[in-house]
């Protein structure tokens, strides 16, 4: 899978993303979309895409809710259905170990790019549009 390097987050970003996690993690509807999401899709999609059929047992943000720009995109990202991904334990510890060393997949590199087209081109629109393109978005 293509990746792009963003480099690993500075202490004090560090520390927001803490507090972010520790928030997200004790409201409810994190733990409703969850659930949702293990009974749509119980098998883990990563292994399944391999070939394998492994029960999943955790739910992942493909896009990190923490790299929103404000309250409103980390709480799109946060609670966007299409932003998880159900994944065993293994498959799970994995994706968040390619986050942490800055190893991104591709989806982040359309995520990005989309973000910075709707910086450059589309600052001036009326109120009432997505906090950013849909995380299916495609150039
Ligand atoms: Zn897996």
């Not at 966007?80 to 170990?97: F, G, I, R, W």
Request: glycine content about 4%; some cysteine.
């Amino acid at each position: 899978m293509p990746t792009i390097n963003l480099g690993k987050p500075k202490s004090r970003e560090r520390t927001v993303n803490k507090q972010l996690y520790q928030d997200f993690y004790q409201d409810p509807r994190w733990r409703a979309l969850r659930d949702q999401k293990i009974r749509d899709n119980p098998v883990c999609e990563q292994c399944e895409a391999r070939g394998k059929t492994i029960l999943a047992r955790e739910v992942h943000h493909k896009i990190p809710f923490q790299l929103g720009r404000t309250p409103e995109e980390i709480e799109h990202l946060a609670f966007d259905y299409d932003n998880t991904e159900s994944l065993c334990v293994p498959c799970h510890k994995k994706a968040d170990q390619d986050i942490r060393k800055g190893k991104i997949p591709s989806h982040f590199v359309t995520h990005f790019i989309a973000r910075f087209m709707q910086d450059v081109f589309c600052r001036n629109l009326p109120s009432g549009i997505p906090p950013f393109f849909p995380l299916n978005f495609t150039i």
